[in-house]
């Protein structure tokens, strides 16, 4: 059975950092890219940043020289750095890679 369960939200002030982490079970996916996306109160889930399986990664606009994506394959562990946090940012953060999503981690972020 995959599983993959997110940890490291929580509340900060702006300009404030957190860490999230993504540890899959079930399967490896080392071979496979994987992403954070999160979803607001009131708004869609929106992408927000992926890991390629080749290394590349890709971020939203808005969080672009704040946030890094990176991975521990060895660990089967996916990482969200986030730094400079605004208040906008806050939305529950889910770890996804192929079908499979957590169940997602609060990020509160208050000004």
């Known amino acids: 059975q995959v599983q993959l369960v997110e940890s490291g939200g929580g509340l900060v002030q702006a300009g404030g950092s957190l860490r999230l982490s993504c540890a899959a079970s079930?399967?490896?996916?080392?071979?496979?890219?994987m992403g954070w996306y999160r979803q607001a109160p009131g708004k869609e889930r929106e992408f927000v940043a992926i890991?390629?399986?080749?290394?590349?990664?890709y971020y939203l606009e808005s969080v672009k020289g704040r946030f890094t994506i990176s991975r521990d394959n060895a660990k089967n562990t996916l990482y969200l750095q986030m730094n400079s946090l605004k208040p906008e940012d806050k939305a529950i953060y889910y770890c996804?890679?192929?079908?499979?999503w957590g169940q997602g981690t609060q990020v509160t972020v208050s000004a």
């Open positions: 996804n890679a192929m079908e499979d």
């Open positions: 079930g399967r490896t996916f080392s071979s496979a890219n």
């Open positions: 890991s390629g399986h080749l290394g590349s990664t």
